[in-house]
């Protein structure tokens, strides 16, 4: 099916990510809109995934050779133009038609890692179609239905996955007001309301006509009895397994047989049993401010776990994540990598694929500058050391 990744954007006026949120909530539909710009109950947690990012004061130097810098390092040993990557976002599909697709070409050519979530609209073999098999990280979530688990699991590997992210924050589900309220739902209801909504979406309701993708395109026909929105919504509300155990993690990980990360850890006990559980990175996250509301930032979660970690695994962090400062103050605090959440969403939502590698020059430009300011031309040098005392 031919796609339209909107070559002929115009993105000369595009200097930050705000920039993209705001063109992106003018473009996505309020009900895809909302679904990625919230977070739980009060929000607390998600604004101080933002919040505590600025509060971290960066050490100015002066006079020091700035030529020849690098932004370049390894995720997982994979080389990577910076240490960012993109996290799995469900429903993404519904920010711009085909938009896993496009962020996962966009990440392809930048050098950086791209991660499809379960709850995806376009699949694992559309990924691996359209991005001639390059590697990309499959992120898990444990179904009750373990048959199912297992045949994603083969689907991941013969799609060429480089590891599986395994997320543990999501087996009950964190209340969402807005998205209660808008009755979010793939494809969208079609309530007077909504449709009145998106037809003031011209270019989003465009590319939905022009594509076939519209449903959980990893489910959707792989699941006996499951081949419609409603037979799906019955099947996901009941399939989240809040049984979850390490046990299953070892299940896991010997059915993959690959590089495992364990996405949502937030406390220091947790990651010294990530560690024993034979992962080979876990992920400081609090799924972006929408599960636990009132858990810590993940930055400031960050310094404790990297430190009951040590050099055993890689840490990775994501949550609040604007800006390549964010980045060099993560990597300053002990984390490997960086993982993108609405940062790429409102990306892809307001520009598609040129969008996505918009945000990503941005960020990468701000990284290299920012650690220039702070004395360094290589990322692989960044330590606590560019930070002024809390
Ligand atoms: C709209 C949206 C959908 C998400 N869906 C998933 C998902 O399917 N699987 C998952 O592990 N995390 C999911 N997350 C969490 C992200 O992977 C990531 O942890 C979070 O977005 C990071 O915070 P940030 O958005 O502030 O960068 C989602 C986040 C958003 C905003």
Redesign the pocket.
Known sequence: MALNPNPTADLSKITCIEDLRQVAQKRVPRMFYD??DSGSWTESTYRA?EADFQSIKLRQRVAVNMEGRSTRSTMLGQDVTMPVAI?????TGMQHADGEIYGARAAKAFGIPFTL???SICSLEDIAEHTDRHPFMF?L?VMRDRDFVQRLIERAKAANCSAL?I?LD?QILGQRHKDIKNGLSAPPKLTLKNMLNIASKPRWALGMVGTQRRSFGNIVGHVKGVDNMSSLSAWTAQQFDPTLSWADVEWIKKQWGGKIVL?GIQDAEDARLAVNSGADALIV?N????QLDGAPSSISALPAIADAVGNTIEVWM????RSGQDVLKARALGARGV?????W?YALGAYGQPGVTKALEIIRNELDLTMAFCGKTDINTVDKGILLPA
């Not at 996290?87 to 429903?91: F, I, K, M, V, Y």
């Not at 993982?339 to 940062?343: H, I, M, N, P, Q």
């Open positions: 679904y990625a995934n996290a799995p976002t469900g429903l979530s379960t709850m992120q979530y992210q997320t999501l996405k996250s799924h972006g401010g929408r994501d949550g609040g994540v993982l993108l959440g609405r940062a969403l």
